[in-house]
């Protein structure tokens, strides 16, 4: 099993441009969620789902938007990147609420 | 609105010394605490607690917790090199399905 892999792995966009973090899990896992970690800091929660087709917000979901039509995937996409969201990006999931979260590798986000 | 507080925020010790690290918490509606360690990329799991009282263990690491005082330690005896990390609390609730982490523990062992 790859787990939860996440593409790319690094990325550097300007002010305004767009892009889509893919995230996707092959455990037929229910829940998702994505984090971003900013230097010397731990994480912060973006967005999450607990199955296809439902999506709720985290602490800091400005600036983002998710989607989850199938179990397995999870993008992420940031529609006006900014350089407030420089940072590193991580997927999780688990199997249910009482399970532990399996990450990603991270991807690493520059907007300059 | 829900809390995640760790500390240090920083330690360096030497090989062999105990660590002791703090992770409190205010939340409504608890249901578990979860640790963390983190090397170089992602995150990796420790322990997740869910009752007071009852120690988890895992070779030299053990971890507790307190739902009366709303906190739990993670312990590290004889550290070595390889304990090198940060250490993630994260809390998660029964109102949602959030996870919030703390903004983590940042160890260094010296040889």
């Known amino acids: 099993n790859a787990g939860v892999t996440q593409t790319p792995k690094f990325r550097i966009l300007k002010i305004g441009q767009s892009m889509t973090l893919q995230c996707t899990q092959d455990?037929?896992?229910?829940?998702m969620y994505w984090y971003r970690q900013d230097p010397g800091m731990g994480l912060k929660l973006i967005y999450y789902?607990?199955?296809?087709?439902?999506?709720d917000k985290g602490e800091v979901p400005n600036g983002y938007n998710v989607s989850r039509s199938t179990t397995e995937d999870f993008p992420l996409r940031l529609e006006l990147a900014a350089p407030s969201q420089t940072s590193v990006y991580f997927c999780a999931s688990s199997r249910d609420s009482n399970s532990p979260l399996h990450f990603g590798n991270g991807t690493r986000l520059t907007v300059t | 609105e829900d809390k995640v507080v760790q500390s240090p925020l920083s330690l360096v010790v030497h090989e062999g010394d105990t660590v002791t690290l703090n992770c409190s918490y205010e939340v409504t509606n608890f249901r578990s605490l979860l640790w963390y360690k983190q090397e170089k990329k992602a995150p990796t799991f420790l322990f997740m607690l869910?009752?007071?009282?009852i120690e988890k263990k895992s070779g030299r690491l053990s971890s507790i917790l307190d739902k009366k005082e709303l906190f739990s330690i993670l312990n590290i005896t004889a550290t070595q090199t390889g304990d090198s990390a940060i250490y993630l609390c994260a809390v998660q609730t029964n109102r949602d399905d959030k996870i919030i982490f703390g903004k983590g523990t940042r160890l260094h062992i010296l040889p």
């Open positions: 789902s607990v199955g296809a087709g439902i999506t």
């Open positions: 869910t009752s007071s009282g």
């Open positions: 455990m037929n896992h229910n829940y």
